[in-house]
């Protein structure tokens, strides 16, 4: 089997690109779960099974297809930007999340739908960074987006952020060392996920909304520094009021690039996201968009945008809202009865989203292949180590992190799942 594999190494030239996308840890992740289903996965992303939107999606399903010149309409290739109404409806609905109702500037030839809003930030990487440029992002970060930014040879950094999001005058700061040294031109955009993130759950504060943007205006010396905001989690909402988006803050609303997604707060299946893009990169983004698929698919845009405009939508919001809150509950209170009695564990709280980020003490190695990823394991639980989502560059790796994720499991599975992990902290630790 070796020899085979070396041989075909050996005949085979692969691109760059494809060398550079070597070794994603998470795959092993996600296959050492699959490999043992009596192990409690609290490491996928993945959504709540059960609360997945059948009936909606036949109801959706069935007002498309009653239509037969709109069914035909759907199952006909559409435009690369996407099915106009759609982007409509959901241009209308940020509009009016954002308080930005009466803003004519903000029309819908600024939209591209795309397949699932991980499309969105590859093409926007593929239209604005070369290699060798540098993608400031909070510290840590989505670790999807890092792997596209390093197939792309481009730097990712981590700066400093803490339970309020990224922290704007540490951005300040890096952007002012780049731009003594002559190197800001390689710094074209920003990235951060300003919902409930992901891996930590944490938001970007109000304030610091205000202030990103202020900060990115003001770097813009020679042409536009943008702030790519990734709004996946905006909906996944389980405490406090929503706040305004980044664009909100962008009075220019030339320096925001928004993108959001139906994965989370509906399918990912239908896998349908898009993103809001400053007029002077739409023509490029849609070039690029071409060259891939020439529009994502037609289908499933129409359908999402039945389940928008009969109110499947919200109501399934609402719904999972309430599935969600319970599984974080759960979450929370076996942290409270088994991580708190461990010295020097911390966790954030978060508001939303999927995931709650845990701090170990600092000697204590949570990574791949640990003692306590391996004792982990043993116990029954598997977790995201939090070194993969650290840039390489930037704010130090901290290999005494983990995520945990309440997406999938039930509450009670939860809640065993974390009394594993502190039967392996504790074991690990010798506390
Ligand atoms: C922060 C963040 N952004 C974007 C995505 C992409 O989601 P999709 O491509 O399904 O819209 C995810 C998925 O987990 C995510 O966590």
Not at 187 to 205: H, I, M, W
Not at 304 to 315: A, F, P, R, T
Request: charged residues 25%; proline residues 5%; hydrophobic residues 40%.
């Amino acid at each position: 089997m070796k020899d085979k594999s070396m041989r075909s190494n050996r005949i085979q030239k692969l691109s760059r690109r494809a060398i550079l996308s070597y070794g994603q840890p998470i795959s092993d992740l996600m296959s050492k779960a699959l490999a043992n289903p009596s192990l409690i996965s609290l490491a996928a992303g993945f959504v709540d099974q059960e609360s997945l939107p059948c009936e909606e999606t036949q109801e959706a399903m069935r007002r498309l297809t009653a239509d037969e010149s709109a069914m035909q309409q759907a199952l006909q290739y559409g435009t690369t930007s996407g099915y106009p109404p759609l982007r409509d409806a959901i241009l209308d609905r940020l509009k009016h999340q954002d308080q930005l109702s009466d803003d004519p500037t903000l029309n819908i030839d600024r939209m591209v739908m795309t397949a699932g809003s991980n499309q969105l930030l590859h093409l926007v990487a593929e239209t604005l960074l070369d290699p060798g440029d540098i993608v400031p992002c909070s510290s840590p970060t989505y670790f999807v987006f890092m792997g596209t930014l390093k197939n792309l040879d481009v730097q990712a950094e981590g700066i400093e952020s803490d339970e309020h999001g990224m922290i704007p005058e540490a951005l300040a700061d890096r952007l002012e060392f780049w731009r003594r040294r002559g190197e800001l031109s390689r710094v074209k955009a920003v990235y951060v996920v300003s919902y409930y993130d992901n891996p930590r759950g944490v938001s970007l504060a109000y304030e610091r909304r205000q202030q990103l943007v202020e900060v990115c205006h003001r770097f813009s010396v020679d042409y536009p520094i943008y702030i790519l905001d990734d709004m996946a989690y905006r909906e996944l909402r389980y405490e406090n009021d929503d706040q305004p988006s980044l664009l909100h803050f962008d009075e220019s609303r030339q320096h925001v690039i928004s993108t959001g997604t139906f994965s989370k707060s509906f399918s990912p299946g239908i896998r349908v996201g898009w993103g809001i893009l400053p007029e002077s990169l739409v023509a490029a983004v849609c070039n690029q968009k071409g060259n891939i698929d020439f529009g994502s698919p037609n289908l499933n845009q129409h359908l999402m945008h039945h389940v928008i405009q009969v109110g499947l939508l919200d109501e399934h919001i609402e719904q999972i809202r309430g599935v969600y809150r319970t599984k974080l509950e759960s979450m929370l209170e076996a942290a409270d009865r088994w991580l708190a009695p461990l010295a020097d564990v911390h966790w954030i709280r978060p508001d939303g989203g999927l995931y709650v980020w845990v701090e170990l003490p600092q000697e204590v190695d949570a990574g791949l292949g640990s003692a306590l990823f391996e004792r982990a394991m043993e116990e029954g639980v598997l977790y995201v180590p939090g070194e993969f989502c650290f840039a390489d560059s930037g704010v130090p790796i901290r290999k005494n992190t983990l995520r945990l994720s309440f997406g999938v499991q039930t509450p009670k599975r939860i809640a065993q799942g974390v009394e594993a992990l502190g039967r392996a902290i504790r074991d690990v630790t010798d506390r």
